[in-house]
């Protein structure tokens, strides 16, 4: 199962959903489906976007728990 960590990294750097949304020009509905681990389909174009703008990897995003089913 792949968590996405988006909540706990904003958490971290103190940004908000808003912000964030200001930040990429990615749609703050688009973003609040990230921040709440809604998403099935994990683009791209957004992870990247994201990425750049909090300075980090795609790995300190998403998290692959290999005991989950």
Do not use: F, H, P, W
Not at 17 to 28: C, D, G, N, V, W
Not at 33 to 48: A, C, E, F, H, W
Not at 56 to 62: A, K, P, Q, T
């Amino acid at each position: 199962m792949i968590t996405i960590m988006l909540k706990n990294l904003l958490e971290q750097k103190q940004i908000t959903r808003y912000q964030l949304s200001q930040m990429t020009e990615i749609k703050y509905q688009t973003l609040d489906n990230y921040y709440k681990n809604r998403v099935t389909r994990y683009d791209g174009y957004i992870l990247s976007k994201i990425c750049k703008a909090l300075d980090c990897e795609v790995g300190d995003i998403l998290r692959y728990d290999e005991d989950e089913n």
